[in-house]
């Protein structure tokens, strides 16, 4: 029982023993896994600590730039309301130098009408004095600086349209009722002259106030607003102002048609001078319609080989000259060389 006893107690003690030694073995071991969660957890602090640092930074980053847009946008709000500001400033200014612009103007137009009203009261009187015939205009009521710078009849027959399409020998010169009424020959001749000058201002000037002037009840109302429409594209013409020209010569035609009918000499030559303006520009396709309705009008009115049908025809080869068209081309001129043949040959019997 004594000896059970013993071995029970230095099992015991050994056992005592051996744990011990098992926990001075693992004491090295437990100490140094104690640091590691220290050092873990200072660590993890020290993470902690930043990201919070960081995301401070973060805040005050995006509350900075925040500021700063907002900052950048009252300023645009600012310079906005100012250019806003300064722009209806302007806007009145104009307004007013606007206002001031229309006085000065309607005091120099009422100065330069004054003027021509003086400048055509001493003309009127100096060519009353003149011993000088009046120029007998064409038929078509273009006046006498056409004629000046209408080129011959044989530089006609041999030179392009695009050198510039004649038209002082396609107008139809026999015929009364296209000739500038007496009453508007003195216009005429001083818008012509003005022309001359170089005074275009005062020869569209006179135009305009001899259209305003005219009595609109009478019954030459629309004639007389032709003639004076058509000397007004000469100004136009002579100006370079083609397409003022163009639309003025279309007015002539137009009134033409409307009171002599679609066959008459008088829209034959408005035909034709619009086929000539625009030839000049080398609208040559709007040309040639004009030109040849103009040669049909001719042809029924005066037979198929007078004189005038031979000038019309050799506008209308010059056309096609310039279109290319040369099989029409030699057709036109075959015909107008036959007309002026056969006119050489009655010029010889008589």
Partial sequence: MTDNGTSLIDGLENSKLALQSLREVNKDTIEAINREDVDSFYNETRINLLQDAIFKIDDGLEQSEVKSVEAENSILRSSLKNQIDETKFLQNELKRMQSLLDDKEASIAKLSYQLITNKLAKDVRDISQSSDSIEKANNDGFS??????RPSQSRMERSKLSD??????????????????AKFKLLSRLVSQYTSEGKFELATALCQQSLAELQQDSISFETDQAHILNMLALVYKDQNKHSEAAETLNQVLKIREKILGP?????????????VLYAKINHFSEAEPLCRRALQIRESLLGPEHLDVAKQLNNLALLYQNLNNFQALEHCFERALHIYQVRRELEKLC
């Fill in 263 to 275: 066959n008459h000499p008088a829209v034959a030559a408005s035909l034709n001078n619009l086929s």
């Fill in 144 to 149: 006498e600086i056409m004629n000046q710078l």
């Fill in 164 to 181: 510039g399409l004649s038209v002082s020998n396609s107008m139809i010169s026999s015929t009364a009722s296209t000739s500038i009424p």
